[in-house]
């Protein structure tokens, strides 16, 4: 019941921003319609696929909104979007977008710089930033790793780069934040939101000691976090790697109830919806 409420309220607004009546963001726009191509609701996500696809710079990369083509860490989400509408749509139309956003994926990189003893994680590994000119960090990475797998490039050099990368930004203790582990040897703390989208990019890879930690992580996390992004994802990532939480069908009414009470954004109620969809969800790409 509650998926059916969500894709009845983004039908009607498939270019969504970040908050209720804001501009319409890459983000926000890409969880809509990945969330209404997986119901089949092509036509209506194929209006989100159209809007990114005209937000594409000639590099083949898309930026935050069509009026900020930088920074370009959206890139990877928006292929992810275009290659499962093609998936499930059954046809090319987004070839090209795909094909010039994979190009930009495939040689963006962070900047590294040599190890030292005061930085806990490797910084010789370039991954993904969320930046231009700046170091690899964990989301960004995440969405790249996504996207590449998706196009059925695992086994790229720039996919396996970026896995490692998320495998080594894992806290000892389990657990993600923005990407760093240690500093002048003290540990940082996990966030939930950046342990989600790393393991959901890590889904189907040979479990590590320190997955299964940042599992047990997040499974704990979820229990108190409120706040609806959080939730969602690590749901999904859970999900992902064969975990389930209790009382998810309870606290996904709920959080849908609040969210259309006070007007909140539809950003929020796509990613109800992929949170619904579950292991159909295309964030979880095995």
């Not at 093609?86 to 010039?100: K, L, M, T």
């Not at 940082?188 to 790393?198: D, F, K, N, W, Y």
Request: glycine residues 8%.
């Amino acid at each position: 019941m509650v998926l059916h409420d969500v894709l009845e309220t983004i039908q009607r607004q498939p270019l969504i921003g970040y908050g209720s009546n804001w501009k319409p963001a890459s983000e926000p726009t890409c969880y809509a319609a990945l969330l209404l191509s997986a119901a089949g609701e092509y036509a209506s996500a194929a209006l989100g696929g159209e809007w990114l696809a005209e937000c594409q710079a000639n590099d083949g990369s898309v930026g935050v909104r069509r009026e900020e083509p930088e920074p370009r860490w959206p890139t990877g989400l928006a292929v992810l979007t275009w290659l499962t509408l093609q998936e499930h749509a059954g046809h090319r139309r987004y070839a090209a977008p795909i094909e010039r956003g994979l190009r930009w994926i495939l040689q963006a990189k962070g900047k590294t710089q040599p190890r030292n003893p005061q930085t806990g994680h490797d910084p010789t590994l370039a991954a993904w930033p969320w930046a231009e000119g700046t170091h690899s960090w964990v989301e960004p990475t995440a969405m790249q790793v996504l996207a590449l797998r998706r196009a059925r490039l695992s086994d790229s050099e720039r996919c396996r780069t970026g896995i490692a990368v998320l495998q080594d930004r894992q806290l000892e203790s389990g657990g993600l934040n923005y990407g760093n582990t240690t500093v002048l040897g003290q540990e940082l703390r996990p966030h939930v939101v950046p342990t989600a989208l790393a393991l959901l990019a890590l889904a189907g890879e040979p479990s590590l000691p320190r997955t299964t930690r940042s599992l047990d992580y997040l499974e704990t996390a979820l229990t108190t976090q409120p706040a609806v992004m959080s939730r969602c994802l690590g749901l999904l990532a859970l999900t992902a790697h064969g975990r389930t939480a209790t009382d998810t069908q309870a606290w996904l009414s709920s959080a849908f109830a609040a969210t259309v009470t006070r007007n909140d954004s539809a950003f929020k109620l796509a990613l109800i919806g992929h949170a619904a969809l579950g292991e159909s969800s295309p964030l979880v790409v095995r």
